[in-house]
Each structure stands twice: as structure tokens, then as C-alpha cells.
């Protein structure tokens, strides 16, 4: 069974400009999350979605921001991007709400990096 | 305000030595805690999910223990390949905004 897939795998990007990641999750997993990894911070919740529904959200300013799509696979979009954006994206699922399972799985994560 | 700690912050093992990782909790209502491994620029791995106090798991050397205030992860006879950073995380509240630690860097030598 394949895992969590996320692509691209690395990024670069200049300050101001927008970065589009996305993630496929486990097949038959309804609920996707999105979580950033900054050197030094741990892991930090960003967003949470289920049938194609944002259902939490994290600390993090407007601009952190995304979507889920009918196949449920899901994009993280972070606009104006700043220096401190720099961080390893992880995006992990679960077979979601209507599943007393919620453990989450991870993917590899992308790696941005903002110049 | 939920939180998470982990000690100790790097522990160092000789082959075939054994130890213990604890993960301390301080959550409003505990819907399940969580162990993962993340070896360096990769993705978390998901070891065990404990739901209530006295439940234990295990698989190969590893053992999982939960208390009403912490985790213990236990690692008997370590081999170098245990070596990474284990994470402990917990959910509460419903909204499953999982609430990680800072992890534990493992480094087990032969």
C-alpha cells in the first residue's frame, strides 16, 4: 500500500513570491494535515482538512493557507513568502472523522527554502 | 495551554545497552498519545498510539507505557540502526491538532 506522497521534494523560492505544495494521501484516508518543521521549532500544526473541509487551523498568519480536493489529496499554498518560511512541510492523513482511528501517517515532507 | 515535554534531548547508547525515553504531558482531555521515529530530512515514521493509562505496546525492541502524566518508550538492546530522533505527540481537545515535543536524538554505537 503506498504511503503519503508529497511533491516537490525541495523548493526554492525568493522572498515574495508564493510556494504550492501538495500531497496525495493514503488511499481510502479522508483527512489530510499539514505540518511545519523549522530548524529548531519541532513540529508545528498548520492546517487540518476532511471532506474537503478546513476543520482546524493552526497559529499561523493568513497567508498559510490551502485546500482539499475531491480525490482528497490536498494543496498548502503560502503567499508573500518571508525568510523564517524556511522549513521541512510535512503533510500527513487518517482515515478521518467517521474512523474512531485517527493516527496520523506522514510523508517525506518538502523542503523550502526561501532566498 | 496543552503541552509536551521530552527528555532527556539526546541520549547515547552503546550496542546492546538498554534505556528509557520519557515524553510528560500536560493535556485538557487526552484522546491518544503518539510515538514516532524521523530518521534526519525525512518524514515522521508512526511507531504506537496509547489511549488510556496502564496500556502498553510493543514491536521488536521497543515497548510503549502510558501513565496519566507521561509516556515511557523503552529500547532493549539497541542496535545502531535505532538511531534517530523519536518524537512523542498527543491529541486532545477533538480538533486533532496533534501537540509534539521537541523529540529525543538517539545515537546508538557499536
Known amino acids: 500500500e503506498a504511503g503519503v506522497t508529497q511533491s516537490p521534494t525541495h523548493l526554492i523560492k525568493t522572498r515574495g513570491q508564493q510556494a504550492t505544495l501538495r500531497c496525495s494521501p493514503i488511499?481510502?484516508?479522508?483527512?489530510v494535515y499539514w505540518y511545519q518543521q523549522a530548524l529548531g521549532l519541532g513540529l508545528q500544526f498548520l492546517l487540518w482538512?476532511?471532506?474537503?473541509?478546513?476543520?482546524n487551523r493552526g497559529n499561523f498568519p493568513p497567508r498559510f493557507s490551502g485546500r482539499q480536493f475531491p480525490n482528497y489529496s490536498s494543496e498548502l499554498n503560502v503567499n508573500a513568502l518571508e525568510l523564517e518560511d524556511s522549513a521541512l512541510y510535512l503533510c500527513?492523513?487518517?482515515?478521518?472523522?467517521?474512523?474512531?482511528?485517527?493516527?496520523?501517517?506522514f510523508g517525506p515532507g518538502t523542503r523550502l527554502l526561501v532566498l | 495551554e496543552d503541552q509536551v515535554t521530552q527528555s532527556p534531548e539526546a541520549l547515547r547508547l552503546q550496542e546492546g545497552e538498554s534505556s528509557s525515553l520519557n515524553c510528560s504531558y500536560t493535556?485538557?482531555?487526552?484522546?491518544?498519545l503518539f510515538w514516532y521515529r524521523q530518521d534526519p530530512g525525512k518524514g515522521p515514521e508512526f511507531l504506537f498510539t496509547?489511549?488510556?493509562a496502564g496500556e502498553e505496546k510493543e514491536k521488536e525492541r521497543l515497548k510503549a507505557t502510558l501513565t496519566k502524566k507521561e509516556s515511557f518508550l523503552h529500547i532493549t538492546a539497541p542496535k545502531p540502526e535505532d538511531s534517530a530522533t523519536y518524537l512523542c505527540?498527543?491529541?486532545?481537545?477533538?480538533?486533532?491538532?496533534?501537540?509534539f515535543g521537541a523529540g529525543t536524538r538517539l545515537a546508538v554505537h557499536p
Open positions: 500527513a492523513s487518517s482515515p478521518g472523522q467517521a474512523s474512531r482511528q485517527e493516527t496520523q501517517y
Open positions: 505527540a498527543v491529541d486532545s481537545g477533538g480538533y486533532n491538532k496533534l501537540i
Open positions: 482538512y476532511d471532506e474537503g473541509e478546513e476543520r
Open positions: 496509547l489511549y488510556s
Open positions: 488511499s481510502g484516508h479522508t483527512s
Open positions: 493535556v485538557s482531555g487526552l484522546r491518544g
